[in-house]
């Protein structure tokens, strides 16, 4: 693994563009084995709740692309505990095994990536 | 980490969204439409004095001249572009879209 980067995603899936080019960011920089976290925070855990049917809106999946980056490489998923409580979510209604996290350990893994990509 | 916000705090959660993770000392540039929270409103100053007892918040100049914004908060300190390129230079950056 080389370099380091943080994907910090902050916006619901389907409103706007974000999401969709955040994954594909995500898709690109795996590609050159960068050590990626991908940090879910605000309306971005939207994106990976399960059940999800972008088809009754003619677009693209999005959130079950998330579980599919393992096979790029990409497995530190990361998802706000205030975020998710404040929007009546738990870990369980994810498409990922995605770790719980503080605002202060967010803090910390935006910190120790140093860079940071803001979707 | 420099944490930048480039939205008004009125319309947007982003100045919110980042004092919730950025920790004590971290500095806060405001620039674009971010520069709306520099200045004294009814509805931002209260909690705008209590983000600098734990942050050094900086705002670039330009973008409050364009908008008119004259009156800004004490303690805020208004930067020119050069002093983006410095704070960019000494900080890693979380810019908080």
Redesign the interface.
């Known amino acids: 693994m080389g370099d380091k980067v943080a994907i910090i995603m902050r916006k619901a899936p389907y409103g706007s563009v974000y999401t969709a080019e955040g994954f594909r960011t995500i898709m690109g920089v795996a590609v050159f084995e960068l050590d990626i976290s991908v940090v879910f925070a605000d309306d971005g855990v939207y994106a990976l709740v399960k059940d999800q049917r972008p088809d009754k809106l003619d677009m693209k999946p999005l959130g079950d692309g998330f579980p599919m980056l393992e096979d790029f490489g990409v497995s530190k998923f990361y998802v706000h505990d205030k975020s998710l409580a404040e929007r009546g979510l738990s870990a369980d209604d994810l498409v990922v095994p995605a770790q719980v996290v503080s605002s202060a350990e967010v803090a910390e893994i935006l910190e120790a990536n140093g860079k940071v990509l803001p979707f | ?1 420099l944490y930048t916000i480039n939205k008004s705090p009125f319309t947007t ?1 982003h100045l919110e ?1 980042a004092l ?4 004590s000392g ?1 500095p806060i540039l405001l620039y674009e439409d971010g520069v709306y929270a520099a200045v004294e409103a009814p509805m931002m100053a209260a909690a705008m004095r209590d983000t600098l007892a734990d942050h050094p918040v900086y705002a670039l100049d330009a973008d409050l001249e364009a908008r008119g914004l004259t009156r800004v908060l004490e303690g805020i300190e208004v930067i020119d572009y050069d002093g983006f390129v410095e704070l960019v230079e000494q900080h ?6």
């Open positions: 980490m959660n969204s919730r993770f950025a920790p971290a890693d950056v979380a810019p908080w879209l």
